[in-house]
């Protein structure tokens, strides 16, 4: 009796040489932003995560900061693929190694500037940039993010961000200490501010959408309207006033930023004591939005 096989299609195995592709290019963007920009700041930054870690080894040990970040990820990865495994420590262990190599590879980059502020803002720019490369493709760069994942399996109520925030949090406290300078904080904080600025940038696009909530007497007219003239889509949720008890209509509807004057006049001149909330969203799906596809995300 033969056995079934799986097949493997060949959109199965572009989309993996494609994943493999941008988690090396990430990894390598992380890399060169860190020598470029970070390691030549006049004031040490601290960073989080195991660049963090490596970079106050090298200050006492003096080894490469690409042995020193595989060597400091090996424990993580072990528990990673002991605790997860699957196709995103594959990725993981492949992201992990490529930043290594590219650390020291990239470690002849010229000096574009010292100025620590600038420091900050390009590399926070250039690694949160990377890191959200590497993040699209259902990867990471271990470390503090395996550290994150083992501990919200246990953890179930604690938002991953914030465990691995407080992680690295800890890891920028120390290297502050070893650097003996408070300013490398005060700058590492401007560093992570950018850098998860980039990380959402790439992962979620840098546009932002308009969500908004109108609540008329006059839903069908609005909606129709918005239909007809903004070209997009809307749904009509039935409520009750809390106050008064009475049911109400409520218009949902995702709009572009540069419509949102149009239907504010839209609401105006069919209801003027409509009540209207217009909020931003960082990622809208469907018609009219981004197309509606399999993510990694």
């Known amino acids: 009796m033969t056995l079934p096989t799986k097949k493997i299609s060949g959109a199965n195995v572009r989309k993996a ?60 990865l072990l528990l990673g693929l002991w605790k997860i495994g699957g196709r995103f420590m594959a990725k993981t262990v492949f992201a992990s190694v490529v930043l290594s190599i590219a650390m020291d590879l990239t470690v002849a980059i010229p000096t574009l500037t010292t100025d620590p502020m600038l420091c900050a803002i390009y590399g926070g720019l250039g690694t949160g940039a990377g890191l959200g490369l590497v993040f699209i493709r259902n990867g990471s760069t271990a470390g503090t993010d395996i550290v994150g994942l083992v501990l919200k399996q246990k953890y179930t109520g604690i938002p991953l961000g914030k465990l691995v925030l407080a992680a690295d949090t800890v890891i920028v406290i120390c290297a502050a200490f070893a650097f003996k300078d408070p300013n490398s904080v005060l700058f590492a904080i401007i560093k ?43 749904t009509i949720l039935t409520g009750e006033g809390a106050f008064t008890n009475a049911p109400r209509k409520m218009i949902m509807c995702a709009i572009n930023p540069n419509q949102i004057g149009l239907l504010k006049e839209i609401v105006r001149e069919n209801d003027n004591d409509a009540f209207m909330i217009v909020t931003n969203t960082h990622e809208v799906l469907g018609f009219g939005f981004k197309p509606n596809v399999k993510s990694n995300l």
Do not use: C, Q
């Not at 920009?37 to 970079?55: Q, V, Y």
């Not at 979620?204 to 006059?218: M, N, S």
């Open 17 to 76: 040489i494609l994943d493999y592709l941008i988690i090396l290019i990430g990894a390598s963007l992380f890399a060169a932003s860190f020598n470029a920009f970070i390691d030549k700041s006049e004031i040490p930054i601290a960073m989080g995560g195991i660049t963090g870690i490596s970079m106050v080894l090298n200050r006492f040990t003096g080894l490469s900061m690409g042995v020193l970040t595989f060597l400091v990820n090996v424990p993580f």
């Open 192 to 234: 992570m501010y950018v850098a998860s600025i980039a990380t959402d940038g790439v992962i979620y696009g840098f546009t932002t959408d308009k969500l908004a909530y109108i609540i008329t007497e006059k839903a069908d007219t609005i909606s129709k309207l918005v239909i007809s003239e903004l070209h997009h889509g809307a």
